[in-house]
């Protein structure tokens, strides 16, 4: 059974068929471009260049110094506040030309790896999570069933790492054949903070490869809330076979779909999992995501175990990758493969999707502050431009609103305008820049891996998810800057997804309330380009839209004769996906825009000279 028909089983195989490794020399991962199998490559080729040149081209433009305003003067603080805007543009402008020559620059180099049978006899340890009282148990027999069903070349171990040494997930590993494993009690595996951390996935984890580790080669693991396929080990390792690889992952998608915020999240993380990590395996470095993955315990072993971190899975690989096999010398590797392999819960409520993007933003602001400076002595050079193309999104976003919210006050209170353009030629650059970009976006539309989104969507609600996102990726780097201590929080799951109030949307409404004031500021004080108060009432909209949305959704969930919507999961077996069970999940998502959208241009004042 196939469940509102997606196609799990194909989505599996993306990478293509299993092959041999051969004979006579050492095998390495194999890989193959993914602009190898475009047809019109010179067309492809022509759209990724412009893109990035005219944004660029738009950016000199705005920042040329010929169209800097010029004020009388005895005007000294306007031409502070005029300073002020021009800097804000060019910043914003130069994010724009990053975020759009990642992108191309990712999909000129995205490729995928040659799949190999995995070598015989290995021991692999399959592990999955709990935490009772947060995570249904009913979910966790979904993922350990299908864990069983799991085949491979080799033993298989199933492990179950109960947080809190409950009676009933005893039970349920005895009548499952799974293995059983707490740190519950033990002091020196529930400590404050460190690689034992109480409370934590990771803390969880390296207490298991404490005690257990040593007996196996790989293991293998899936958040509870996904449930993998049949062919998981089959498609993952194989690369393995290959000294220098340290982890394999796999993407991330959701079979609670049908739930409107979970569909708009899964779109948003489009980028990152279509182009973003195949873009990594042309450095041997992808991301590390904790959601689904295969990992070498000898080299894990050599880091310590897996990282103290909000986000634990980033800080992990970013710290592998640093790092050298003893064994042969080189740096350590990683391989993402497309194989949908694994089918998760997103985030079913705005509250638990404004947590999740709080986590993932701020575990990259904390590898940016505590590991990046570590790499330029460590990482080779195109490993570490791969993963700084990576690590500025969440940063850059955040920035990126912060400025157009800045300009657009700048000018509706004070008048204040950084550069004067003919209007003509602006119009002409940034709708040649902005159809440049979408179409960039959309070009890449036909690598989604997602079994779940429509052949031939635009993802446009991913791409609105971004933009909204920014103020909370803009919340989260002000309090990793001033220092405030994060902590890990299990995303509810199942049908236990938080409830959304207006309290949920406070930051949003908070920017909205400001924009509207001094939407108002201006129509009093006469500052009335109309330029900047388009920027504003869509940054307004951008703000407002959240909230909308809920509240539209609650009307009609409360409508008559209609039966509201419940959280159920596609629970994928062997014999093909069924829905039964409620989920809930966990990873990482860069999407095109630079987050603040309505802030690309905002402090131009299009007119004559």
């Given amino acids: 059974m196939r469940p509102e028909g997606y196609d799990y089983d194909s989505h599996s195989r993306l990478a293509g068929p299993l092959t041999e490794p051969g004979h006579g020399t050492a095998y390495r991962v194999r890989y193959t471009a993914l602009l190898s199998r475009e047809p019109h490559r010179i067309r492809a080729v022509a759209l990724m260049s412009l893109a990035p040149l005219v944004t660029g081209l738009l950016l000199v433009y705005l920042v040329w110094p010929t169209h800097w305003v010029e004020r009388e003067a005895g005007e000294q603080w306007m031409v502070r506040l005029d300073i002020v805007m021009l800097i804000a543009i060019g910043l914003i402008e130069l994010f ?17 790896p040659v799949p190999v049978v995995p070598e015989p006899g290995t021991r692999v340890a399959f592990l999955t999570t709990y935490v009772p009282g947060k995570e249904p148990l009913a979910m966790v027999r979904a993922t350990l069933e299908a864990a069983v069903r799991v085949t491979h070349t080799g033993p298989v171990d199933v492990w179950l790492l109960d947080e809190g040494d409950d009676d009933s997930a005893r039970e349920l590993c005895a009548e499952l054949g799974v293995h059983h494993f707490t740190r519950h009690g033990v002091p020196e595996w529930n400590r404050d903070s460190g690689t034992h951390k109480a409370r934590t996935k990771h803390g969880n984890y390296n207490a298991w490869l404490a005690r257990h580790g040593h007996a196996y080669e790989f293991f293998a693991s899936v958040d509870t809330d996904h449930v993998p396929l049949p062919g998981f080990l089959e498609r993952m390792m194989g690369y393995f076979r290959d000294p220098d690889v340290a982890f394999v992952v796999g993407p991330q998608v959701y079979g609670n779909y049908h739930n409107p915020v979970t569909k708009a999240a899964e779109s948003q993380q489009f ?34 175990g897996l990282q103290d971190s909000v986000t634990e ?8 990758h640093r790092r050298r096999n003893p064994r042969t010398r080189n740096h350590w590797r990683s391989v993402y493969t497309p194989d949908v392999l694994a089918v ?32 330029p002595f460590t990482m080779p050079p195109g490993r570490l431009f791969s993963y700084t193309l990576m690590l500025v999104y969440y940063p850059m976003t955040a920035v990126n609103w912060l400025l157009g919210i800045l300009s657009c006050v700048l000018f509706l209170w004070f008048g204040a305008s950084g550069t004067q353009v003919a209007a003509s030629v602006w119009l002409m650059l940034y709708s040649d820049a902005a159809a440049l970009q979408v179409g960039l976006y959309l070009w890449n539309r036909r690598h989604n891996v997602s079994p779940h989104e429509p052949e031939g ?25 001033a220092g405030r201590p994060s902590r890990f929080v299990v995303t509810p799951k199942g049908g236990d997804a938080s409830a959304d109030r207006l309290l949920t949307f406070r930051i949003h409404l908070a920017w909205a309330a400001l924009l509207a004031v001094s939407l108002a500021a201006s129509v009093v004080l006469g500052h009335s380009h109309a330029a900047m108060r388009t920027w504003a009432v869509l940054a307004t909209a ?44 966990d990873g990482t998502e860069p999407a095109l825009a630079g987050g603040g959208a309505p802030a690309q241009t905002p402090g131009t004042t299009t007119g004559e000279n």
């Fill in 313 to 320: 899975d980033m800080a992990t690989g970013f710290e592998l």
């Fill in 457 to 481: 969507s635009g993802g446009l609600a991913g791409m609105a998810m971004s933009a909204l996102s920014a103020p909370i990726y803009l919340k989260s780097l002000g309090e990793a800057v």
């Fill in 344 to 375: 998760g819960e997103g985030p079913a409520s705005w509250t638990d999707f404004f947590t999740q993007q709080m986590r993932w933003s701020r575990g990259t602001y904390e590898t940016l502050l505590k590991q990046y400076w570590k790499a």
């Fill in 271 to 304: 980028l990152f999992h279509a182009l973003i990590q195949r873009a990594g395996n042309r450095y041997r470095a992808p991301m590390f995501v904790g959601t689904n993955n295969v990992v070498r315990i000898e080299a894990l072993l050599q880091i310590g």
């Fill in 96 to 112: 724009m030309v990053v975020n759009v020559a990642s992108v191309a620059h990712a999909t000129l180099v995205a490729r995928d």
């Fill in 542 to 585: 951008i703000s407002l839209a959240p909230v909308v949305v809920w509240l539209s959704t609650r009307a009609a969930d409360r409508a008559p004769h209609r039966p509201r919507t419940r959280t159920a999961a596609t629970t994928p077996t062997s014999a093909g996906p069924t829905a039964t069970t409620p989920l809930h999940p």
